[in-house]
């Protein structure tokens, strides 16, 4: 496993027991009838101004708070640019920002009132925008450092890689080309490929162009790191064609989510403070 898959498993595994053992912890009291909550001994603890429902509301919020503010540093600011690939940043965003949400709705104790439910609702938004956004994000051709590639910049690439395979592969650009035809005959059809196909999940025929890459490097007689690298290298070259082909359409739709989803954690952070502030001043220090 390399470095960001271990990463991407350690947060999903703590994402999943903190999710497990928050809920249970209050499992008896929010699923009381919402007239008898009052009555039970759980009030005290549960309750959004109790010690656990109001502790649940500060993390998560602090959660979402350093979830962004660490992620726009790291985007942002030069003398980060090499803390780490920016994609697993963006996977510690996801992961506070959808941790976080969850320990809010905790601390609501799934009762929604009053104005602050405008920052739940927004805050539900902002994560499901996010999930959309993501869905976009990765499907956009960048460098290492998670800058989007210009047009220029993916051309280069699609010939550097060419290059490389007709260069220690014993194959010409015709081979290549009817190769990548039998893998998907979008690759390298004149007509616009149907815009739709890229919508398609990454995996899907995947398994389908390995086997008929494998069969190829048999049939040729080429095996070992040789016939594995040439493999790999067709993947990357079918992959950088169709991004290409699809990489304007996702970079101008991923400027309209921006613009979406900014606001949205906007107007979230505007009505936090807001509560936060009414909460102080009736005297609601969580331990005071
Ligand atoms: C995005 C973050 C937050 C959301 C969406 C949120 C939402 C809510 C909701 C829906 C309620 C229940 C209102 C009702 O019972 O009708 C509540 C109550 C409360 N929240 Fe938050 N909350 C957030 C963060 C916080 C934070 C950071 C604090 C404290 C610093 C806090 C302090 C409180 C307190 C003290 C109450 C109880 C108010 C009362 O019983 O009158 N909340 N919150
Ligand atoms: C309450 C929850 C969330 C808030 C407040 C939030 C807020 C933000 C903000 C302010 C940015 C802009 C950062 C920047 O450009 O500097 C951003 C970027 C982003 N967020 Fe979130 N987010 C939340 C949840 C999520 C979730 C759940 C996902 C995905 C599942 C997600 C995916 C993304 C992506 C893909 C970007 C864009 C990365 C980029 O442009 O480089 N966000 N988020």
Same mark, same amino acid.
């Not at 082909?245 to 107007?267: E, K, M, T």
């Given at each position: 496993?390399?470095?960001?898959?271990?990463?991407?498993?350690?947060?999903?595994?703590?994402?999943?027991?903190?999710?497990?053992?928050?809920?249970?912890?209050?499992?008896?009291?929010?699923?009381?009838?919402?007239?008898?909550?009052?009555?039970?001994?759980?009030?005290?603890?549960?309750?959004?101004?109790?010690?656990?429902?109001?502790?649940?509301?500060?993390?998560?919020?602090?959660?979402?708070?350093?979830?962004?503010?660490?992620?726009?540093?790291?985007?942002?600011?030069?003398?980060?640019?090499?803390?780490?690939?920016?994609?697993?940043?963006?996977?510690?965003?996801?992961?506070?920002?959808?941790?976080?949400?969850?320990?809010?709705?905790?601390?609501?104790?799934?009762?929604?009132?009053?104005?602050?439910?405008?920052?739940?609702?927004?805050?539900?938004?902002? &994560?499901?925008?996010? &999930?959309?956004?993501?869905?976009?994000?990765?499907?956009?051709?960048?460098?290492?450092?998670?800058?989007?590639?210009?047009?220029?910049?993916?051309?280069?690439?699609?010939?550097?890689?060419?290059?490389?395979?007709?260069?220690?592969? !014993?194959?010409?650009?015709?081979?290549?080309?009817?190769?990548?035809?039998?893998?998907?005959?979008?690759?390298?059809?004149?007509?616009?490929?149907?815009?739709?196909?890229?919508?398609?999940?990454?995996?899907?025929?995947?398994?389908?162009?390995?086997?008929?890459?494998?069969?190829?490097?048999?049939?040729?007689?080429?095996?070992?790191?040789?016939? &594995?690298?040439?493999?790999?290298?067709?993947? !990357?070259?079918?992959?950088?064609?169709?991004?290409?082909?699809?990489? !304007?359409?996702?970079?101008?739709?991923?400027?309209?989510?921006?613009?979406?989803?900014?606001?949205?954690?906007?107007?979230?952070?505007?009505?936090? &403070?807001?509560?936060?502030?009414?909460?102080?001043?009736?005297?609601?220090?969580?331990?005071?």
């Amino acid at each position: 496993m390399n470095k960001s898959k271990v990463i991407h498993t350690l947060l999903t595994v703590v994402w999943l027991a903190a999710a497990a053992i928050s809920l249970q912890a209050g499992l008896e009291y929010y699923t009381l009838p919402l007239h008898d909550r009052a009555y039970s001994d759980l009030h005290e603890w549960f309750k959004p101004s109790g010690l656990v429902g109001h502790g649940l509301g500060i993390l998560g919020s602090l959660m979402m708070i350093v979830g962004v503010a660490m992620y726009s540093v790291r985007k942002r600011v030069r003398r980060y640019e090499h803390a780490g690939a920016l994609g697993t940043w963006l996977s510690v965003h996801i992961f506070l920002c959808t941790l976080g949400p969850y320990f809010v709705l905790l601390h609501t104790a799934f009762r929604f009132g009053g104005i602050i439910s405008i920052a739940f609702w927004s805050m539900v938004a902002v &994560v499901l925008s996010g &999930v959309f956004g993501r869905y976009i994000y990765v499907r956009i051709p960048k460098s290492a450092n998670g800058q989007f590639l210009s047009e220029n910049a993916l051309l280069a690439r699609q010939k550097h890689l060419l290059h490389s395979i007709i260069e220690y592969h !014993d194959v010409d650009q015709a081979g290549v080309t009817a190769l990548l035809t039998e893998m998907d005959p979008n690759l390298t059809s004149k007509a616009e490929p149907s815009r739709w196909t890229a919508w398609i999940p990454k995996r899907k025929g995947l398994s389908r162009q390995k086997r008929i890459l494998t069969s190829f490097t048999k049939a040729r007689g080429w095996s070992g790191s040789d016939a &594995v690298l040439f493999r790999q290298r067709m993947l !990357d070259y079918g992959n950088l064609l169709r991004q290409s082909s699809f990489s !304007d359409v996702f970079q101008r739709l991923f400027g309209y989510w921006h613009v979406f989803h900014l606001p949205l954690a906007i107007i979230l952070l505007v009505i936090l &403070v807001f509560h936060v502030g009414v909460a102080f001043t009736f005297g609601y220090f969580w331990i005071s």
